[in-house]
């Protein structure tokens, strides 16, 4: 089940003025800053109330957000979805039809585990379902 939007993501060119921008906006500084290897970018987080907004900064040109930037430039890039259960709500959508960028959930920012839907299949937005990991 989807239950919130779990944050808003934004691709930045430089996450450190836009850190400080989105201090002025929001009145207070991101919680966390963390490097996603894997997916070539830096992320930096803010909490507002039920919600947070990521900001990503490319970290090589090979990655998505260098792409999606030298495309469409800067702006929101995804919308992430909690859900109580990952690989149930990757079923289902799947039986729904909606097409998978990773079919097996992968690890991503802010301890979480993460699912990618593309976005030819949800009216052009590219859709994040994440889930906690769990500590064990
Ligand atoms: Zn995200």
């Not at 944050?7 to 929001?26: C, R, T, Y």
């Not at 490319?58 to 999606?68: D, L, M, R, V």
């Not at 495309?71 to 729904?96: C, S, W």
């Amino acid at each position: 089940m989807i239950t919130k939007i779990e944050h808003i993501g934004i691709a930045v060119k430089n996450i450190d003025s836009s850190n400080e921008l989105f201090k002025k906006l929001f009145g207070k500084a991101h919680y966390k800053i963390e490097q996603v290897e894997s997916e070539g970018v830096s992320t930096s987080f803010f909490m507002l109330g039920e919600t947070k907004v990521e900001l990503l900064e490319a970290t090589n040109e090979n990655s998505a957000i260098a792409k999606f930037i030298e495309k469409r430039g800067e702006g929101i890039h995804h919308i992430a979805y909690a859900v109580d259960n990952l690989e149930t709500e990757i079923e289902r959508l799947k039986k729904e039809g909606f097409d998978l960028i990773n079919q097996v959930p992968k690890n991503g920012a802010d301890n979480k585990r993460i699912c990618f839907l593309h976005p030819k299949t949800t009216n052009g937005v590219l859709v994040e379902l994440c889930e906690d990991r769990k500590s064990n």
